[in-house]
């Protein structure tokens, strides 16, 4: 897979998902089903017709409680799993679904938070979809360069400064 923007934050939402205890444990379920669902040759009407069956993909792991944290992990769950199928359906392109709200550019955190008087409420969404503008910078590959004096990767990760720079710069084609 290249590296453009997308596609290294595509990649660090979803290891981000399966950091979690919740989404991990949950998946030891789903990767069998969801394979059954899709085959070892799918394509991308079998990708896509898989959202069909999420809801029952979910329900596989479910508990019969309505205790709070059964319910918090399982909205934990099911917004992972809502979030790896986006990134699924969307791989290779412009559009990456985060969950992590680290992830998500300081520009559109920035944007979302709304401050009353001196109070800054940032309330965090279950997940956040970027479209990233059809701009080189995005849809080329990075490389290990600095652009605009800022490195591209920092001791062999990508430099989140760069990101929100460009966010910052194209915020009004995002």
């Known amino acids: 897979m290249t590296q453009t923007i997308p596609e290294i934050l595509r990649r660090a939402s ?7 205890n919740t989404f991990s444990n949950s998946w030891s379920t789903w990767q069998p089903i969801i394979r059954s669902m899709i085959g070892d040759n799918f394509t991308e009407n079998s990708l896509i017709n898989l959202g069909d069956h999420l809801s029952e993909i979910f329900r596989s792991t479910g508990t019969s409680g309505r205790e709070q944290g059964e319910l918090s992990g399982g909205g934990v769950a099911w917004e992972s799993l809502v979030c790896w199928y986006i990134n699924l359906c969307t791989a290779g392109s412009r559009i990456v679904a985060l969950k992590k709200m680290s992830l998500v550019p300081k520009p559109i955190q920035d944007a979302i938070t709304v401050n009353y008087g001196n109070f800054a409420c ?15 910078e995005y849809t080329t590959e990075m490389k290990d360069v600095d652009f605009e004096g800022i490195p591209t990767f920092v001791r062999g990760k990508y430099n989140q400064e760069l990101i929100n720079r460009l966010i910052e710069r194209d915020f009004h084609e995002v």
Do not use: H, K, Q
Request: proline share 9%; aromatic share 10%; no cysteine.
């Open 14 to 20: 979803i290891t981000s998902l399966f950091s979690t």
């Open 122 to 136: 940032n309330t965090e969404s279950d997940i956040t979809v970027i479209v990233f503008p059809r701009l080189p």
